[in-house]
């Protein structure tokens, strides 16, 4: 899976900053070799698209357009502020990483700390269950969904 890392520098040793705005760049890392397979100064999520990315580690996203431009893409985006690159992938791998499931100050889920919980019960959408639930209270659609998740 490749992955799309918010950085300032080539390495798998940057920083990731607190705020997704702070970054200056994107490493693209293959999760399954940990290589690095680009590096980019160009942040755009039709950048992340069209590099193959599927998941995007970052800190707290406060921009609602680049929010949404990510979202749009169908781009995971997970929160890894202040883990290196290296650490981040790790712990994408080991499933520790919350959710980003909207910009922080948003009305959706993710705005009371731009994260999911994974507890469909606490998320702040009225309109979050109706279908299948995925554990991600962004996607969550089932009724009653708390029960799914014993």
């Known amino acids: 899976m490749r992955v799309a890392i918010a950085v300032d520098k080539n390495d798998l040793s940057a920083v990731i900053p607190g705020k997704y705005e702070q970054a200056s760049a994107l490493l693209i890392v293959e999760t399954d070799t940990m290589q690095i397979v680009d590096f980019t100064r160009d942040l755009s999520a039709e950048k992340m698209e069209e590099l193959g990315c599927e998941v995007l580690l970052c800190g707290d996203m406060y921009d609602p357009d680049r929010f949404e431009a990510v979202a ?21 791998l080991r499933y520790h990483l919350p959710y980003i499931t909207d910009f922080v100050g948003g009305t959706g889920c993710g705005a009371h700390e731009g994260e999911c919980t994974g507890d469909c019960a606490s998320c702040e959408l009225s309109d979050c269950h109706d279908r299948e639930c995925t554990g991600d209270c962004a996607t969550c659609s089932v009724e009653n969904c708390e029960a799914h998740h014993d």
């Open 72 to 92: 749009a893409c169908g781009i995971t985006r997970q929160k890894a502020g202040g883990m290196t690159a290296k650490q981040a992938v790790k712990e994408l």
